[in-house]
C-alpha cells in the first residue's frame, strides 16, 4: 500500500522540521478533515510557526477581537493575550489556565493544608465528575479566598500558586461568564510565582513562551517533528 499523501507531507515535515514543511503537513489535514479551522487558528495566536504560515502570519489582533479589545483597553498585552484565548471558548480557557497553573503549582504550594486537600479532589473530580466533589471542591476554593483575602499575611512563597489554584477551580465550577477572564487571572498569578525563570527573563515573558508552545501543540493535537 502507497503512502497517502498526508502520510507523505507528514513524513516530509519529520525530516527537514521547517515551518513550511508543516504548514503543508497542515493544510493537508484542513482539506481532508482531520484539522479544524479553528484549531489552526488558535495555534496561529500561539505563535505556531507552521500555522502561522498557513495563514498568512496574521496579528494576534486579527485572531482574537477580545484580545485587540482588551489591548486598546489596557495597553497590556500579556493579559490581552490571555484575554483573547477566550475567543475559543471555554476548554480552551480551561486548558490555558492549567498550563498557567501547573508552572506553580510547587511542593510548597501543595503543602499548604488546604491546597493539600483540594487539588487531589480537583484531579479526582476532573477524572470522574461528580456533583459531590465538586461542592467539596468550590467550598475549599472558597476557603482559600477567604484566606488570601484576609487580615493574616499568607506565605509569600506559596500566595501565588493558591491564587492561581483557587482561581481554577473556581472557573471549573462557576455560572455565567466569569470563565472568560480566568486565564489572563490565573496567567497572572503563574507570572508572579513562577519558579523556573531562567537568567534575565522577565516572568509575563516566560509564562507567555511556554503556555503558547504548549497550547500551541495541543490546538494541534501532536507534538513536533
Known amino acids: 500500500m502507497t503512502d497517502s499523501r498526508l502520510q507523505q507531507?507528514?513524513?516530509?515535515?519529520?525530516?527537514?522540521?521547517?515551518?513550511?514543511?508543516?504548514?503543508?503537513?497542515?493544510?493537508?489535514?484542513?482539506?481532508?478533515?482531520?484539522?479544524?479551522?479553528?484549531?489552526?487558528?488558535?495555534?496561529?495566536?500561539?505563535?505556531?510557526?507552521?500555522?502561522?504560515?498557513v495563514l498568512g502570519s496574521p496579528t494576534q489582533a486579527q485572531l482574537s477581537l477580545a484580545y485587540s479589545e482588551y489591548l486598546e483597553e489596557s495597553g497590556d498585552s500579556f493579559a490581552a493575550w490571555f484575554q483573547g484565548v477566550s475567543s475559543w471558548g471555554r476548554v480552551v480557557a480551561f486548558q490555558a489556565s492549567s498550563l498557567c497553573l501547573g508552572l506553580v503549582l510547587t511542593e510548597s504550594?501543595?503543602?499548604?493544608?488546604?491546597?493539600?486537600?483540594?487539588?487531589?479532589k480537583f484531579l479526582e473530580w476532573w477524572a470522574e465528575p461528580d456533583d459531590r466533589l465538586g461542592a467539596e471542591c468550590l467550598a475549599l476554593a472558597r476557603s482559600l479566598f477567604a484566606e488570601l483575602e484576609g487580615p493574616d499575611p499568607v506565605n509569600p512563597v506559596q500566595e501565588a500558586g493558591l491564587w492561581a489554584l483557587a482561581t481554577a477551580t473556581e472557573f471549573v465550577f462557576s455560572k455565567g461568564e466569569i470563565w472568560r477572564g480566568t486565564p489572563q487571572v490565573v496567567a497572572q498569578h503563574a507570572s508572579c510565582g513562577a519558579v523556573d525563570v531562567g537568567g534575565d527573563e522577565d516572568p509575563d515573558e516566560y509564562v507567555l513562551?511556554?503556555?503558547q508552545a504548549e497550547l500551541g501543540l495541543w490546538a494541534l493535537g501532536g507534538s513536533g517533528p
Open 9 to 53: 507531507l507528514e513524513r516530509a515535515w519529520e525530516a527537514s522540521g521547517s515551518p513550511e514543511d508543516e504548514a503543508a503537513y497542515l493544510r493537508e489535514r484542513v482539506r481532508v478533515g482531520e484539522l479544524s479551522r479553528e484549531r489552526l487558528e488558535l495555534a496561529a495566536y500561539c505563535r505556531h510557526e507552521g500555522a502561522e504560515v
Open 109 to 120: 504550594v501543595l503543602a499548604h493544608p488546604v491546597a493539600a486537600r483540594l487539588y487531589p
Open 209 to 211: 513562551r511556554v503556555v
